[in-house]
């Protein structure tokens, strides 16, 4: 079982990005999954989330990345994918997904978003 984060790179500050979460091993489309960043010098912190456990989706994004960020997903590909627009310098930060798969937390290895002119 792992989650395999891919899609970032370097872009410029009004560029778009689109990060993938990749499962292996589970169908990712069961579970809540979830993006969570990490800036130089600063707290991990959640940015978007999706969640229809309950039959419906019920998403969470952060209010730094409203209507900027999308989570959706790829069923077919067993993925989940966050589309990044209009993207800043504050944005820079290493990514990663996460999924909790009944009691265990798996977490993809990070990908690098760097945001610069």
């Known amino acids: 079982v792992q989650l395999q984060a891919s899609g970032g790179g370097s872009v410029q500050p009004g560029g778009t990005l689109r990060l993938s979460c990749t499962a292996s091993g589970f169908s990712l489309g069961d579970y809540a999954v979830a993006w969570f960043r990490r800036a130089p010098g600063k707290e991990r912190e959640a940015v978007s989330c999706?969640?229809?456990?309950?039959?419906?989706?019920?998403?969470f994004y952060a209010d730094s990345v409203k209507g900027r960020f999308t989570l959706s997903r790829d069923n077919a590909k067993n993925t989940a994918i966050l589309e990044m627009r209009s993207l800043k310098p504050e944005d820079t930060a290493v990514y990663y997904c996460?999924?909790?798969?009944?009691?265990?937390?798996?977490w993809g290895q990070g990908t690098l978003v760097t945001v610069s002119s």
């Open positions: 999706i969640d229809d456990s309950d039959g419906y989706s019920q998403y």
């Open positions: 996460n999924s909790l798969v009944g009691s265990r937390s798996y």
